[in-house]
């Protein structure tokens, strides 16, 4: 039987950006100079609200005011999401007009890179956060800030290094812990990983995001059911939260409770109709069960909202060479390979499909390259 893929570690699961402690930045704009100030409060005002134009309603509220001197304020209000991208790019433009007023404005190099960010200008952010941290030693959001762009490009040891800096010089820093917590999943370090996501929620037992994440740490160690129990709480913090019940659901696929399972994918899908991997995930729970032509629908509605996951055109290789055989997979597995060259199950399961149709020297090569692949 063919080998299937299942989006065990969610990649998409929501990473927040932020800080859950305000720190107090030392050079702080002088209130002396006040009408260098009130221009540069404008400015800044009308960039932090561009980068959080989705969720904020006060277009004139003073949010530089706020960060200046409520540590709180910051950690309970900002999810630095914008309606669209032009507001992220309108907001680097005003945060660069701060810092020509006052090039040495911690803040706005921060800021400005939490939008560069958004934009995946993920090395522009890194020099941003980095020259936050010249101008600041110990302004720990920056570690973390930067921590999580050099993670996001597969940098996760030196992740790990800005996160550690960021705890020490915040020991009650959740979001540092929580993200460390997913470099280490990353880095295969699962106890790790759970260690920390335990501080984050210590410190942050309504954080939704770190009880999805422990509950991936926690199938990673085939705690499936302890999953299942961090997936239930983040669902009844945030029951709209798409990705537990997407994670929920692969639990249930593993303990073979396939029709719970669905059930979990399809509201991860309502919640989120552009949700990938739930389809994919869905469609292996509908084919464990032999409903084909859904696993197929499932697996076509993955590949076109993303058209390079391989998995999905494996997977749906399998489901059609078990409705209408071997001869109709191997263009699914053909778009596999070439997607994802070190795709073992694809190389696997196309050497399956070939040896059913007589061609024997395919399936050897096939076979050869499989072996290949697992045995790096």
Same mark, same amino acid.
């Given at each position: 039987?063919?080998?299937?893929?299942?989006?065990?570690?969610?990649?998409?699961?929501?990473?927040?950006?932020?800080?859950?402690?305000?720190?107090?930045?030392?050079?702080?704009?002088?209130?002396?100079?006040?009408?260098?100030?009130?221009?540069?409060?404008?400015?800044?005002?009308?960039?932090?609200?561009?980068?959080?134009?989705?969720?904020?309603?006060?277009?004139?509220?003073?949010?530089?005011?706020?960060?200046?001197?409520?540590?709180?304020?910051?950690?309970?209000?900002?999810?630095?999401?914008?309606?669209?991208?032009?507001?992220?790019?309108?907001?680097?433009?005003?945060?660069?007009?701060?810092?020509?007023?006052?090039?040495?404005?911690?803040?706005?190099?921060?800021?400005?890179?939490?939008?560069?960010?958004?934009?995946?200008?993920?090395?522009?952010?890194?020099?941003?956060?980095?020259?936050?941290?010249?101008?600041?030693?110990?302004?720990?959001?920056?570690?973390?800030?930067?921590?999580?762009?050099?993670?996001?490009?597969?940098?996760?040891?030196?992740? /790990?290094?800005? !996160? #550690? %800096?960021?705890?020490?010089?915040? =020991?009650?820093? +959740?979001?540092?812990?929580? $993200? @460390? &917590? *997913?470099?280490?999943?990353?880095?295969?370090?699962?106890?790790?990983?759970?260690?920390?996501?335990?501080?984050?929620?210590?410190?942050?037992?309504?954080?939704?995001?770190?009880?999805?994440?422990?509950?991936?740490?926690?199938?990673?160690?085939?705690?499936?059911?302890?999953? /299942?129990?961090? !997936? #239930? %709480?983040?669902?009844?913090?945030? =029951?709209?939260? +798409?990705?537990?019940?997407? $994670? @929920? &659901? *692969?639990?249930?696929?593993?303990?073979?409770?396939?029709?719970?399972?669905?059930?979990?994918?399809?509201?991860?899908?309502?919640?989120?109709?552009?949700?990938?991997?739930?389809?994919?995930?869905?469609?292996?729970?509908?084919?464990?069960?032999?409903?084909?032509?859904?696993? /197929?629908?499932? !697996?076509? %509605?993955?590949?076109?909202?993303? =058209?390079?996951? +391989?998995?999905?055109?494996? $997977? @749906? &290789?399998?489901?059609?060479?078990?409705?209408?055989?071997?001869?109709?997979?191997?263009?699914?597995?053909?778009?596999?390979?070439?997607?994802?060259?070190?795709?073992?199950?694809?190389?696997?399961?196309?050497?399956?499909?070939?040896?059913?149709?007589?061609?024997?020297?395919?399936?050897?090569?096939?076979?050869? %390259?499989?072996?290949?692949?697992?045995?790096?």
């Amino acid at each position: 039987m063919g080998k299937m893929e299942t989006n065990d570690k969610n990649k998409s699961l929501p990473v927040l950006i932020g800080s859950n402690r305000l720190i107090r930045v030392s050079n702080s704009i002088s209130l002396t100079n006040k009408l260098l100030f009130g221009e540069i409060e404008g400015l800044f005002n009308e960039a932090f609200y561009m980068l959080n134009s989705k969720s904020l309603n006060i277009r004139n509220e003073n949010y530089c005011f706020q960060l200046e001197y409520d540590k709180h304020f910051h950690r309970k209000t900002f999810k630095y999401e914008a309606k669209n991208k032009t507001d992220y790019k309108e907001a680097i433009r005003l945060f660069d007009k701060v810092i020509e007023l006052k090039n040495n404005y911690t803040f706005a190099y921060n800021y400005k890179g939490l939008a560069k960010s958004k934009l995946k200008d993920f090395e522009g952010a890194i020099a941003d956060y980095s020259k936050a941290i010249e101008l600041e030693p110990e302004y720990a959001m920056a570690y973390q800030n930067r921590g999580l762009a050099k993670y996001i490009l597969n940098d996760v040891e030196l992740a /790990i290094i800005d !996160y #550690n %800096k960021a705890i020490v010089l915040d =020991p009650e820093y +959740a979001l540092a812990y929580n $993200n @460390r &917590g *997913l470099a280490k999943d990353e880095l295969k370090d699962f106890e790790g990983a759970l260690t920390d996501y335990n501080k984050a929620i210590e410190i942050d037992p309504e954080d939704d995001d770190a009880y999805v994440k422990r509950g991936v740490a926690k199938d990673e160690l085939k705690d499936f059911w302890g999953a /299942i129990t961090d !997936y #239930n %709480k983040a669902i009844e913090i945030d =029951p709209e939260n +798409a990705d537990a019940y997407n $994670n @929920r &659901g *692969l639990a249930k696929s593993k303990l073979e409770d396939f029709e719970p399972a669905i059930a979990d994918y399809s509201k991860a899908i309502e919640l989120n109709p552009e949700y990938a991997y739930a389809y994919n995930n869905r469609g292996i729970a509908k084919d464990e069960l032999k409903d084909f032509e859904g696993a /197929i629908a499932d !697996y076509s %509605k993955a590949i076109a909202l993303d =058209p390079k996951d +391989a998995m999905a055109y494996n $997977n @749906r &290789g399998i489901a059609k060479k078990k409705l209408k055989g071997s001869e109709s997979a191997i263009a699914d597995y053909n778009k596999a390979i070439e997607l994802d060259p070190e795709n073992a199950m694809a190389f696997n399961n196309r050497g399956i499909a070939r040896e059913a149709l007589d061609d024997f020297e395919g399936a050897k090569t096939d076979q050869i %390259k499989y072996n290949e692949l697992i045995n790096k």
